[in-house]
T-cell receptor, first 115, second 115 residues
Framework: QKEVEQNSGPLSVPEGAIASLNCTYS??????FFWYRQYSGKSPELIMS????GDKEDGRFTAQLNKASQYVSLLIRDSQPSDSATYLC???????????????FGQGTILTVHP | EAGVTQFPSHSVIEKGQTVTLRCDPI?????LYWYRRVMGKEIKFLLH????????ESGMPNNRFLAERTGGTYSTLKVQPAELEDSGVYFC?????????????FGPGTRLTVT
């Protein structure tokens, strides 16, 4: 089992729809969770961070965290063609101890928003 | 505020040669990280500096890789001698020590090709 798993893609949604991206992680010690967006050939861009159970909203983005289920998700409302990218789930501090700063990434989900 | 910068953007070397990658973190960020993405795989952690000290080097693949961070500012990652499997994109990231936030900001990456 991978340490961080994302729902298999690619995911295609029409413009204006809600895109839902999911991620599960293996280690209950983890305390920090991040979503990055990566355009082709570019570096990962941090779009959301979440540390506590529940929802966190930032503009059209909502991150949801459920530590009991070891599950984190990202909702993108009113999806735009410019949202088309690879979305990476990253979990901080897997394994704890001296690895508190380490990010463990999922394989990414490719999102396409079509007009 | 300038972001994380990396040099060079691309490097093509022959097997057995040496390559040195450089990363300049965001000014004031004490945490500096190196990650690598090889073709078709997820981004993998290599190591984490806090100022000039190595906090976690659990992801370094072998002793052909040497990372330094002189004076707690910029960092270099040297690969000597390079092997074919070292090809990939090397990302550097940085974060501040503010509170419990470990939000990491990534540089543009160095694409290394070993032939």
């Amino acid at each position: 089992q991978k340490e961080v798993e994302q729902n298999s893609g690619p995911l295609s949604v029409p413009e204006g729809a809600i895109a839902s991206l999911n991620c599960t992680y293996s280690d209950r010690v983890s305390q920090s969770f991040f979503w990055y967006r990566q355009y082709s050939g570019k570096s990962p861009e941090l779009i959301m961070s979440i540390y506590s159970n529940g929802d966190k909203e930032d503009g059209r983005f909502t991150a949801q965290l459920n530590k009991a289920s070891q599950y984190v998700s990202l909702l993108i409302r009113d999806s735009q063609p410019s949202d088309s990218a690879t979305y990476l789930c990253a979990v901080g501090g897997l394994g704890g101890g001296t690895s508190y700063g380490k990010l463990t990434f999922g394989q990414g989900t490719i999102l396409t928003v079509h007009p | 505020e300038a972001g994380v910068t990396q040099f060079p953007s691309h490097s093509v070397i022959e097997k057995g040669q040496t390559v040195t990658l450089r990363c300049d973190p965001i000014s004031g960020h004490d945490n500096l990280y190196w990650y690598r993405r090889v073709m078709g795989k997820e981004i993998k952690f290599l190591l984490h500096f806090v100022k000039e000290s190595k906090q976690d080097e659990s992801g370094m693949p072998n002793n052909r890789f040497l990372a330094e961070r002189t004076g707690g500012t910029y960092s270099t990652l040297k690969v000597q001698p390079a092997e074919l499997e070292d090809s990939g994109v090397y990302f550097c990231a940085s974060s501040s020590l503010a509170g419990d936030s470990y939000e990491q900001y990534f540089g543009p990456g160095t694409r290394l090709t070993v032939t």
